[in-house]
């Protein structure tokens, strides 16, 4: 499940364009992991998305 710090994110949107089922914005405009536990059944490469992040705020 992808985890992001609120603290970091900046809401550029980057993750959300890559994985769109795993992630969404919030009332703040912050990025938010939308999997629930280990249900996460989508397609994209979660390294990939975390890679990409400009400010680091994605982990796993």
Sequence with gaps: MPKVDKEKCIG????ISMCTDCFKLDEEGKAEGT?????CKCECNLDDVMSACPVDAISK
């Design 12 to 15: 550029c949107g980057i993750c």
């Design 35 to 39: 999997c629930e536990g280990d249900a």
